[in-house]
């Protein structure tokens, strides 16, 4: 690999993970040129600016963009390192679309030269590198492709997943863990010698197919393991029990870790992976697939409580805690929060009192309700009924006596001392 200095790199998209991961290389000393199809997203980052929201990126990419270390584009240039970091969203039934990591290779195949690497990043179904690497064989018979041609290959082709949790991308994105899997052994040493520069976790070689299905099996196992949490706490429910204290308690066994109901799944990783999975052999991931009914349907039956509770004081106002998809983010895409929220506002109009602190007005979904968003202070003085949805830090620190005699569904589990007699579980015993 050529020296610190002059290693040109080139992030394919530039969304959650491409941005923050085109930073953390710029700083590592390399030049990168971030491509974007968005031409403001280009405009934004070019102006030292950035167009999303994650902890600290916002200086890192200004004083990587002031030093030249980083700028954007909306055409590619040649480079030495070709990192792709595209959506790969799945189509109505389920099926992975993997069209723009395609077109991102297609767009790579017009520059490659011999002793560049390709890496893919964005979580894929298990074959997507082997496909990256024959279509770049097709649209370059010039070059010596990686599981295409006899002898040493003239460049790398790999997969290595991103595995950043939103809100602590950029200390993730050096501290963990990352899997390298290559076409070939040869390119998995490659891309480990890339990874080596900015990463400090350990980086592990092995197969892309093998990594490919170890991204899709961590996003899977999570699914899985907040399902069942989320069967636990209909259980309960059904049997006037605190699923909470359940928890709690069954989590002092010391091999029992049991994950945090809510009213649902959301983002764009646990809620879609997983079905890369099914889709690839739907007759043997039963577990798997069961799984995201689970979550999906935990929305549902959210709303179904949400609303016993609302119509036990008829006409009371009604404080809906948080719209994001999870704690202390502004991000609201596939959030079940917003489902809830935004279904009880259609119901129940202006009796709705949303409390989201991430946002500076109603989203669109809430478009020709009546509800109204109010901050937390506001919520305590007027609101009797409190649907908590969000484990956002500001409502965990709403002390007892704000809420004491609230009537409260907390599907997060946020507020323990809350007094049993107001909680919707005890309620519904009672009614
Ligand atoms: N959730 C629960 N209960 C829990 C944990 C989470 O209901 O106990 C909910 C959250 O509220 C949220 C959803 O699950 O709605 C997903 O949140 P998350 O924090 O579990 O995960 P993401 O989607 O923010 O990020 C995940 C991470 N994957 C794993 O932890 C295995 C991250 O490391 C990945 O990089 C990311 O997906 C991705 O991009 O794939």
Redesign the pocket.
Known sequence: MVSDAELNVVMMGLGY?GLPTAAVIARSGARVLGIDVNAQVVETVNSGRVHIEEIDLDGLVSGVVARGMLRAATLIEPADVFVIAVPTPFDADHAPNIGYVLQAATNIAAVLKAGDTVILES?SPVGTTDKVAELLARLRPDLKVPGHCTGTADIAVAYCP??????RILV?LIDNDRVIGGVTPRCARKALQFYRRFVRGACVTTSARAAEMT?LT??A??DV??AF??ELSVLADGMGIDVWEVIRLANRHPRVNI????P????????V?PWFLVHGDPANSRLIRTARHVNDDKIAYTIGRAEGLIDSLPGAPVACLGLA???NIDDFRE??ALKVAAHLAQRYGSRVRIVEPHAAELPGDFAGTAATLIDIDEAIETCPIFIVLVDHDVFKSVPLDERAGKLVYDTRGIWPDQPRATLAVELRKAG
């Open positions: 993970i979580t991103e595995r950043v949790l939103p809100g993730e991204k961590e996003n196992f999570r393991n907040i949490a989320n994950l945090a109901p809510g649902g799944v959301g983002g764009h990783c646990i809620a992976d998809f999870k704690a959030s079940p």
